[in-house]
């Protein structure tokens, strides 16, 4: 996750990654986003809100399903990491304000070529 903050320029930030099953990131995404499914991934920013200034440096929590991973990463013909690494790569990115649900097409791309980019970047540096 170094190396993802590095290239994000947020080399002095925190998170956490919280790795669950399907049941439970179900009930997260139905408690807080209103969606009673189970999902990838989900990010909690710390940046956004009433305490956004109460820690600067703590990004937030990205958390992420194990089995939609497991699913997807074979579905996919990638290794399990891969899909968690890209899986982990996509919540950051959510934590550092790009946004592909509520911005329109165009920040879409923007945020799939970041994600293209840096997944490219870690291939390179032997860590994908």
Do not use: W
Request: glycine share 8%.
């Amino acid at each position: 996750m170094e190396k993802i903050l590095n290239v994000l320029e947020c080399q002095n930030s925190e998170l956490s990654i919280v790795f669950v099953e399907d049941r439970k990131i179900r009930a997260i995404n139905r408690e807080y986003l209103g969606r009673d499914k189970p999902t990838n991934v989900i990010s909690f920013s710390m940046q956004e809100g009433d305490f956004s200034g109460f820690s600067p440096n703590v990004l937030g929590d990205v958390i992420i399903s194990c089995d939609t991973a497991a699913a997807e990463a074979s579905e996919s013909g990638v290794s399990f990491i891969e899909r968690l690494l890209s899986l982990i790569l996509h919540g950051i990115l959510h934590l550092v304000g790009y946004d592909h649900e509520r911005s329109g097409e165009a920040e879409a791309r923007k945020m799939e070529k970041k994600e293209r980019e840096i997944l490219d970047f870690l291939r390179k540096e032997g860590i994908l």
